[in-house]
């Protein structure tokens, strides 16, 4: 059987909202997981004030969220060869939410 070159696709338009082009400020992200399901859910926390309201809720596959996460890092490197290495301080991981499963 002969196989048929691929049609090259037309480059992926998106569009933002203005809503969505504004924005939205997180220092904190819960991430809880199913077997089909990550979900994250973004928040701001303010000093003194002992609740914080999601901001956005982001709901994605596994192979998506695992797609996320190099597509994070690919970036993070980029940041770092170009700017410097980032500082994260162990203290403010705790502060702030983010912190790795063990």
Same mark, same amino acid.
């Given at each position: 059987m002969e196989?048929? *070159?691929?049609? *090259?696709?037309?480059?992926?338009?998106i569009e933002v909202g203005?809503?969505?082009?504004?924005?939205i400020y997180s220092n904190f992200v819960m991430i809880i997981h199913s077997p089909s399901e990550f979900i994250l859910d973004f928040a701001r @926390?303010?000093?003194?004030?002992?609740?914080?309201?999601?901001?956005?809720r982001i709901i994605m596959t596994p192979s998506h969220a695992k797609?996320?996460?190099?597509?994070?890092?690919?970036? @993070?490197?980029?940041?770092?060869a170009k700017f410097g290495e @980032?500082?994260?301080?162990e203290q403010e991981i705790?502060?702030?939410g983010?912190? *790795?499963?063990k």
């Amino acid at each position: 059987m002969e196989e048929k *070159p691929l049609t *090259p696709q037309p480059p992926l338009q998106i569009e933002v909202g203005e809503k969505e082009g504004e924005g939205i400020y997180s220092n904190f992200v819960m991430i809880i997981h199913s077997p089909s399901e990550f979900i994250l859910d973004f928040a701001r @926390i303010m000093p003194g004030i002992p609740k914080a309201k999601v901001q956005a809720r982001i709901i994605m596959t596994p192979s998506h969220a695992k797609m996320l996460l190099k597509a994070l890092k690919d970036n @993070i490197e980029k940041f770092e060869a170009k700017f410097g290495e @980032i500082k994260v301080h162990e203290q403010e991981i705790k502060k702030i939410g983010f912190s *790795p499963e063990k």
